[in-house]
Every structure is written in C-alpha cells, then in structure tokens.
C-alpha cells in the first residue's frame, strides 16, 4: 500500500521523494492507486491551506496578485500534470469530431487554440476565486483544505467506475493494476471527508456541489469519449476545483 502512495505522490505532486525510495510500476505497487489518491490530496489540502494562511497575512499586495499567486503556486504543485489534460480535453471536446477522432486529438501532444483558451479560462477563474476567497473576511477556510481533497477523490471514483475509453493508455494501466471496482478503502476515506464536513460546520451544500460535478463530468466521460483516459481524470481536477472555489465563494458570501 505504501508503494502505492509513494508512485501516487510522485506522479500528481512535485513533492520530493528520494530516488532510492521509488518503486518501479508494478502491478503489485500500483494495486492501492486509486485508494491512494484522495490520501495523497490530504497533502494538497494542506499545501493549500498553508498557501493560504501565508498570503492572507500579505497585506501589501492586492487582493487579484495574491489570487494569481495561489493559484500559480497551485499549479506548481501538480507540475502542471492535471493541466495537460484539461487542455487535451478542450481540444477534443470542441472539435465537435466524432468519437474516435477525439480521442485521438487526447493523445494528441500538440496544443490547439482550444487548449489554450482552457487553460487561460481556468487559470483566470482560479485567479480571481482565490481573490475573492482572500477578501472575505470570517470566511470557513477549511473550505480550502478539501477541495483539493475532493477532486483527488472524485479522480479514484472515476477511474474505478467508467469504463475504459481506449483499450490501452495510463487509465488502463492504473485501473487494470488497481482495485477497480473494489472500493471499499475509497468509499471509507469518502466517509471520513463528508465527516470532516460535518466536524468543521461546513456539511451544508458543497458535497451536493461535489457529487453534481462528478456525476457531470462522468456523464459527459461515456456520452462523448465513451469512457474514460488518463486526460479525462486530470481534466476533472481542474474542472471541478474550479466548480467548487465558485461553490466556497458564494457559501462564504450568504
């Protein structure tokens, strides 16, 4: 299971791991992969409620630079990996091709002008949500640790429900080697999330925001690629942290 974690850490995070510590790719370390996920959101989460605590005490700046440098610092945590496959998502997606055409513009390495208006529209949004986030006094920033939480988990939820897009790529390497529909460690780590909702007095309706981005995302997942990719899961993470920042900024102004 620690292998698990370690190769989950290394491929979604630019958190250091010394290299003599590095498992290989086995079926074997990559058997708890998606278990691992959400476990290794909890590092996001802290990450950015430390990001967070630090730029909130920076009065000298205003209110739109400190959001562009969260959601810059943000950005360098995942190496850009989730990113990618939003961009390659927004590539297939509007270039409204059939289906095996856009699954081919995925694998895609190149970058087309809808890529690049995703990844402005994200970037901006993020920037401007964490602006606001950091304006708003008494607001729950607890908030701020689950999101990334959340769309690590809503990744493994994913991967372990839809099925596979392509017959080959890293969503079938990861959710052939992994417990696939054999979630039970998934679904506990869910439970202790929505319990942490319930602790920190934020229950409310941002699981409800959560689950509808998830249930959207998978839908459009079998309705337009007829399952799901490796870019497909790194396109919900952006995708749905951008949904539920909106979520926090409007629960934090009611």
């Given amino acids: 299971m620690f292998s698990s974690f370690l190769i989950v850490l290394t491929f979604i995070s630019i958190f250091p791991v010394p290299e003599k510590f590095l498992p290989d790719w086995s079926e074997k370390n990559l058997k708890f992969f998606s278990v691992m996920l959400p476990v290794v959101g909890i ?16 009065s000298g700046l ?22 990618d496959g939003f961009m390659d998502t927004c590539d297939a997606i509007f270039s409204r091709r059939d289906r095996e055409t856009r699954l ?18 994200v970037m901006m949004s993020k920037t401007f949500l964490f602006a606001e986030l ?19 988990l ?25 417990q696939r529909r054999k979630g039970d460690g998934i679904f506990l ?21 959560f689950l509808l981005s998830l249930v959207f995302w998978g839908w459009v997942c079998k309705k337009i690629f007829g399952g799901i990719t490796g870019d497909l899961l790194g396109a919900f993470v952006e ?3 951008v949904i539920m920042l909106g979520g926090a900024v409007i629960m934090s102004c009611i």
């Fill in 134 to 152: 950091l304006s708003i006094k008494n607001n729950n920033h607890e908030i701020i640790f689950f999101i990334p939480v959340l769309s690590r």
């Fill in 239 to 241: 995708f749905s942290e």
């Fill in 62 to 83: 205003s209110e739109i630079s400190r959001g562009f440098l969260f959601m810059l610092l943000t950005l360098i945590l995942t190496g850009g990996l989730h990113m």
């Fill in 104 to 121: 081919k513009i995925l694998s895609d390495t190149h970058a087309g002008s809808f890529a690049v208006i995703g990844c402005c529209a």
């Fill in 154 to 178: 809503g990744m493994s939820l994913l991967l372990n429900n839809l099925p596979f897009a392509k017959t080959g790529g890293l969503a079938v390497i990861l959710g052939s080697s992994s």
């Fill in 43 to 58: 590092l996001f989460g802290l990450s950015w409620q430390g990001i967070f605590f630090v730029l909130e005490k920076i």
């Fill in 189 to 209: 780590i869910a439970l202790m999330i929505l319990l942490g909702f319930k602790t920190f007095g934020l229950i409310k309706i941002f699981p409800v925001i």
